[in-house]
Structures are given as C-alpha cells and as structure tokens.
C-alpha cells in the first residue's frame, strides 16, 4: 500500500513538471549591439513589459537572449541556433535580425521591433496582412523628414547648410536622402549627405561636414549610429555643430534635440505582440503598427554650449527637456 502511494505520488509529481515545462515559454531576443550593457536603454524595458504583462521570468517564461555587434554573420548565426531550438517566438530588434531570422526560419513566429519599411525590406506582404511568420512595428522616419527639420531650423535660427550622416548599407537610406533632399528645398536648406560604415570612420565624416561649412547635422536612423550615439555627440560638440536625431535616447549623449517615435513604447509594444502570439494568434494575421506616440526631447545644456538658446514656443512643445 505504501508502495503504491509512493509512485502515485511520483507519478504526479512528474504530470506536474511536464506542465510547468509545458508551459514555459522561450523567447529569442536578437539585439543589434555587442552585451547587455550596449542595450541598457532598452533591455530593461522589455523585460518589464513582459513582467507587467504577468510572465514571470523562470517560471512562465525565459528570454534567450543574443548579442550581434552589428556583425552580419552573427546575426545569422543566432537566428539559425534559436530555429534549432525551436522556441515558441523570436524578437528581432532590428530589420536585419528579423531578415536573419526569417532566412533561418519560417514557421517560429518573429516579431520585428524597429523596421524602416517592412515592406520593402521583404518581412511582410502588406502592413495590414503581414502574411508570413513575422509581423511587428514600423518606422516613419520618412514621414517626419520636413517636420524635423522645420524644427530644427526653428532652434537654429541661422541654419542654411544640414549635413545628413548616414549608416552605411542601410536599405532606408534610399528613400531617406530623397526624402530628406525634398523636406530641405521646401525649408531653403541645402543637405550634404555623407556615410560612415564604422566607428572610427565618424572622424572623417564630422571633418568632412566642417569643410562642407554644414550649420548643423542630420543623424540619420541605424543601429551603428545609435550605438555610438557618445562618440557621435562628442564629435559634434567638438566641431561646434548643432545635432538632431531621431531617438530621444540619444540625445543626452550630446545631441541638440531630437524628434521622433517613443522608442521605449515600441519594446512594450512588441512584447504585447509576443503575448498576443503566445495565446493563439499567428503573425500573418497581425497587422504591423505604426507608431502612436511621437515626442520632442530637447537639450539644454547642449545648446548652452554651442550659444543657442530654445524659444518658449519650443520649450512648450518639449516632452523632455535635459539641463
């Protein structure tokens, strides 16, 4: 009798860790820069929002999460090793990790984060009936070109010449220049662009914007630039420029300002899309969003610096204003 107790016992003590197991769920994370450190910005948040959406990490879910340093083939290697591991979901931060992904898999559901255009990058059909394994969030970059100059031409008054740094090898580029090109003649500005592929080639693009007499600089979207978002500001600063960027996270590494999507709402974001697929919904049938929350974040001390000072209309506007 105590026998047969025994395995009974065991016996459920084994159905209850097969459901635990059963119900813990993997996810891939494929980050762009190099250590969690690099992704202190955002790593945090995601995590949180998986917390706030009731997963427990451990016990209801583990995050796998990769470090590519901006490096093509790791990105691909950390996408074919969570194919193999067959977990339940990939977030793929950037465009090229969701490429990387979808090469290496198409059947585990891929959630992008931050897609310039997904379309034209090949992640999905449509925006509206995404069609494959991976859906996600989109960028408007090219949407906000007029409206981040106007604004910077509003906090640099004497603004004639914007340079426009650029990533090299980003496929948004190609819309981005023209579009930038377009916004500048509207304002009577004229634009430099200039690429740089590498951390130590932002040197040789700064000097080159200086010889070219910019007023101020442009930085355009790209994970290496936001990255190096420090040495960028430094580099700036350093040539007595006025910088715009794109991600409010940017620019208390130096930049002047910054307009552009709450990019800490998209990590909430893809984690409610994770959720969403975790309970039954497939990718293909999840329309990619656009972003619902734009802000303007300004630098005060920056300005100071460079002998500019933010009109009241500006500060009124401000989401953020860094001293």
Request: include cysteine.
């Amino acid at each position: 009798m105590k026998r047969r107790n025994l395995f009974v016992l065991s016996a459920g003590g084994a159905l209850a860790a097969g459901a635990q197991a059963a119900s813990l769920r993997r996810i891939g994370v494929l980050w762009h820069a190099a250590s969690a450190e690099d992704e202190r910005d955002y790593r945090p948040v995601l995590h949180k929002a998986f917390a706030d959406l009731g997963y427990v990490e451990g016990e209801t879910i583990v995050l796998e999460e990769r470090y590519p340093a901006e490096q093509p083939d790791k990105y691909r290697l950390y996408a074919q090793q969570f194919a193999d591991s067959r977990l339940d979901a990939i977030v793929a931060v950037t465009a090229l990790g969701a490429a990387a992904a979808k090469q290496a898999t198409s059947t585990i559901p891929i959630v992008f984060v931050f897609a310039a255009d997904p379309v034209r990058q090949g992640l999905v059909s449509s925006l509206a009936r995404p069609g494959g394994n991976a859906t996600g969030l989109s960028l408007m970059s090219i949407d906000l070109t007029g409206k981040c100059l106007s604004l910077f031409k509003e906090a640099v008054p004497n603004l004639s010449r914007v340079g426009l740094l650029l990533e090299m090898d980003q496929p948004a580029n190609g819309t981005l220049v023209p579009a930038y090109r377009a916004a500048a003649d509207q304002l009577g500005l004229t634009l430099t662009p200039i690429e740089a592929s590498t951390p130590a080639s932002f040197e040789t693009a700064f000097s080159a914007l200086a010889r070219a007499k910019v007023d101020g600089v442009v930085v355009g979207s790209g994970s290496l630039l936001f990255t190096e978002r420090a040495r960028i500001g430094a580099l700036a600063q350093a040539h007595g420029l006025p910088s715009f960027v794109s991600i409010g996270e940017m620019v208390p590494y130096g930049a002047l300002m910054s307009y552009g999507q709450d990019f800490p709402d998209y990590f909430r974001r893809a984690a409610s899309y994770v959720d969403k697929i975790l309970r039954g919904a497939t990718p293909a049938n999840l329309p990619v969003e656009q972003p619902t929350q734009l802000k303007l974040v300004l630098n005060r001390a920056t300005a100071s610096r460079l002998g500019l000072a933010f009109s009241p209309t500006l500060l009124a506007a401000a989401d953020e204003v860094i001293e």
